[in-house]
């Protein structure tokens, strides 16, 4: 290790894989490392892909002055978390090749560092569509920091400490998450959104210059050779699918041909990276990983886990503050719950270690769901405390569900094919997110726009309501002024109802993953070697 630890053991020589599993990093046992060199790996490694998490619901605090300010729509500005998400799916699947290429040192080293760079870009914005720019480049430069980061963990720590070592790193990435939108929200409200992303830099270079001092240089071996069929062929499908869920409610879905086209684009690439996948010597990534039972429904199950995960933090933030009337710092309050909830929940499942993870996968849904019926019951008088109290919630099922949900992911695959297995894991994750997102949001804008032309009906010389002053107040169709009061409280009652389909979009996913969790298959040696 460079450093104080020139002199040590090599640290990072990690068992990556190139695309087709070939040994491409040198990989001492987790035993050659002392307990010191262990927990310095942890820390730096956890700030590495903290600064990641953190900016993504930093980033969902400000949507409400980045709206004002960029002068954009709700589904508009939405497009900075999903382009952002959809970035990192899309780079995601190759890190196992970057890795293997260049290093994992050097690939999170750079991650880490043109992280930074984007993170001030987006501080500098002056668009809606530079910031999305911006944005993109940032979720593919952090892309690497997770998968990367929890395999490395995974080889650093024995295999008896797995489930402890999740537990770990999933509690201290919600510390950014938690923290970070409190004071993006007060900053913003302060000195403007710009200071929201600004604020994350410092923490930014200190990660670089640890990731630089703590991990020492790999040993690469083979030269891995990248599948750019397999590549090209995923991120087009992957793009063509967001950009027709993004853009599909506002061209009228199928009547525009921008819509036909990129829905063509996606089925068509979709279909040529699964031949590909399945005919080719050396694939980007290998099918044949699905054999494993195990593997398979942890896929499902993360992308419904990210499907769930983000939605309610962009969809909370536009309803608050817009048509409730809270302000930016109570948005971030809001969020910094979640991560406070999903703290309590790594450390709980931490604690639950020895027990059957298909249990706490169960209860994590199960919280999960209670959330959304939760969710489904706020209207526009609803109290600061209580949605505290429901972003907590939400925050408990996320810990409780992660650390089981990895763990029964790759209880039974092979050591030799974490790399390529976690890419395809997270790119999972970060496509639900970013394809739930999208549809919330259009279904918010489709049943407000419903909703609102049907109120309007009743807005008539013809309803008694009118007739009755003590009924009607402030809202009469007698005055430009009255008429106008009347159509914004019937703007915000109609989206309302438009959030409220949404919340019940993110229940019924919530219920449908639960038969799912106890078709795993555990070891039995499971609960002591992991």
Known sequence: MSGKYSGAKRVIRYGATDMAGASAVEAPGAGDLTVTQRALVLIVVTLATTIYTATVLISSALLPQLQGALNATQDEVSWVMTFNILATAVATPATGYLAARFGRRTTMLWGAGLFAASTFMCGASNSLEELIFWRIVQGAAGAPLIPLGQTILLDTFPARQHGMVIAVFGMANMIGPAIGPLFAGEIAEAFGWRWGFWMVLPVAFVTCAGLAIILERDRVGLKPRLDWTGFLTLSIAVAAAQLVVSRGQRLDWFDSSEIVIATFVAVLALY???????????????????????????????TSFGMLNFAPIVLLPPLLQTHAGFPDSAIGEIVSWRGIGAGIGFFVAMLMGRIDPRITLTLGGLMQTAAGLWLMTFNLTTGLDEINLNSALQGIAVGFAWVPMTVITFATLPSADRPEAMSMFHLLRNFGSSLFISVAVAEVVRASGVNYARLAEYVSVYNPSFDMPWVSGAWSIESVTGLARLSREMTRQAAMM?????????????????????????PRTAGSSR
């Open 272 to 302: 040529l990276f699964v031949v590909h996948s399945l005919t080719a010597e050396r694939p980007f990534i290998r099918l044949g990983l699905l054999r494993d039972r195990n593997y398979a429904l942890g896929l499902m199950l993360v």
């Open 498 to 522: 438009g959030y409220g389909n949404a919340f019940l979009l993110y229940t019924i996913v919530s219920a449908a993953v639960l038969p799912l969790c106890f078709f795993a298959r555990m």
